[in-house]
């Protein structure tokens, strides 16, 4: 989504009073992590700061990613009137291929986040 702004206002627009907006995600920084199964590397070739990023691996096999750091996401939510409620950053990944090991799923770097947000009464 290229506007993460509008989105976090859409979401808080939307949910009730009190409602609740729960997010389970990949980590922003797993566009950096190699699939090497030896030992976890950064690949060079991507910035965690960057805007996009083509998606080379399975099985999105080139598909243009939009990507935001993790603080983007917190401050567009909590920009957007929501509360944070709690922010977990996970080893697990949020999706494997199946078949697939890679050594940055060792529980060495973040893999996944989880965001939980309410809405004021």
Do not use: K
């Given at each position: 989504?290229?506007?993460?702004?509008?989105?976090?206002?859409?979401?808080?627009?939307?949910?009730?009073?009190?409602?609740?907006?729960?997010i389970y995600?990949?980590?922003?920084?797993?566009?950096?992590?190699?699939?090497?199964?030896?030992?976890?590397?950064?690949?060079?070739?991507?910035?965690?700061?960057?805007?996009?990023?083509?998606?080379?691996t399975?099985?999105?096999?080139?598909?243009?990613?939009?990507?935001?750091?993790?603080?983007?996401v917190?401050?567009?939510v909590?920009?957007?009137?929501?509360e944070?409620?709690?922010?977990?950053?996970?080893?697990?990944?949020?999706?494997?291929?199946?078949?697939?090991?890679?050594?940055?799923?060792?529980?060495?770097l973040p893999?996944?986040?989880?965001?939980?947000?309410?809405?004021?009464?």
């Amino acid at each position: 989504m290229p506007d993460l702004t509008a989105w976090a206002r859409d979401v808080a627009r939307l949910l009730r009073p009190s409602g609740h907006l729960f997010i389970y995600e990949a980590h922003p920084a797993v566009i950096l992590w190699t699939w090497d199964q030896d030992r976890p590397r950064i690949r060079e070739d991507r910035s965690y700061f960057s805007r996009s990023h083509i998606n080379d691996t399975f099985p999105a096999r080139g598909a243009v990613e939009w990507q935001w750091t993790l603080g983007q996401v917190v401050t567009a939510v909590a920009a957007a009137g929501l509360e944070i409620l709690h922010l977990g950053e996970y080893p697990e990944p949020f999706w494997r291929a199946g078949g697939v090991s890679a050594a940055a799923w060792s529980e060495c770097l973040p893999n996944s986040f989880a965001l939980l947000a309410r809405r004021a009464q």
